[in-house]
């Protein structure tokens, strides 16, 4: 099949979407399928990925990330690259900008659409500082779904967040792991002695510095005994966290094997956001045998078995997640019990398989309209 894959956000920014259409462009690429990306214009942007070409659309940066580009595209410019490309199917991913655009173009030509709902912009509003927004982008998340002739969740509770929204035409798609990337074999010793040279309990932090991860909750883990803090990532809140957090170590952005020795070289990984989708970091960390501390809200639900390999807190109850990261340091057994509980809990979640669920969601989405009024 022909695969016209419209990426709200994509190379050179680096974040889950990102990260997910690489691995569909690769497994189409195996396949033997012919793929096109449609992505917003960047500086340091590349011409093709896995034998994909990338056409660019006019964008601006947005306030506060500067990598971030927000495409300008109307639905009458992405009908006329939709026109010239022909897919069997158009897969949007994350849309909202771009794919508002993307979708009713496509309906316009007749189409079929698989949306990829994988981040909770409207609930980001609060964070920064626009509450009043959120009706606002809730309704426009809703339009963009029920648009779609098939929208992939990849939690459940991003598919109950979407029901009650009144989208329908909805299936659970979850996000795969690299197993062979993320691994406890790739622990570190030299790394683990330069963030903890007196022995302490590494407990680490994964992921982008914005508001809405809540980073600054790790606060309440700074006293507690025999714990050494690692803050791996970088984002916008870098500077204030680093004067939050002077006793942590911030590891900056890590990418590839630097990234994976220093998640499997962590002994806990806390997830402190609570507007997660999905939670690839969490996941990642899992595959490398690291027990995760994480909210009882979206994505990690599905993630964590709460004591079987982490723990699960009520959201906002930082007293709780400190008790649970404290029994982790405290119980070296229950680490090293729950580490390898994690490892088991995700080694069934590869990419291809992943992959191989989506491909049979695009062939649906194809036939059925095929046979549409």
Known sequence: MKVALVAESFLPHTNGVTHSLLRVLDHLAARGDEAVVIAPEAPGAPESVAGAPIIHVPAVGWPGYKDVRVALSTVRGVARILEDVRPDVVHLASPFMLGWAAVRAAADLGLPTVAIYQTDVPSYAASYRAPWGEPLLWARVRNIHRAADLTLAPSTAAMRQLEDLGVDRLRLWPRGVDTVRFNPAHRDDALRARWS??????????GRLAPEKRVDDLAVLADLPGVRLVVIGEGPEGPRLRRALPGAE????????????????????????ELETFGQSIQEALASGVPVVAPRRGGPIDLIDHGSNGFLYTPGRLDHMAEAVAALVENEDMRLLQGAHARVSVEGRTWPRVCGALTAHYARAIAERAVAP
């Open 197 to 206: 040279p007196r022995g302490e309990v590494v407990v680490g932090y994964v």
């Open 250 to 273: 911030f590891a900056g952005f890590l990418g590839g094997g630097e990234l994976a020795r220093a998640v499997a070289s962590l002994d806990v990984m806390v997830h402190p956001g």
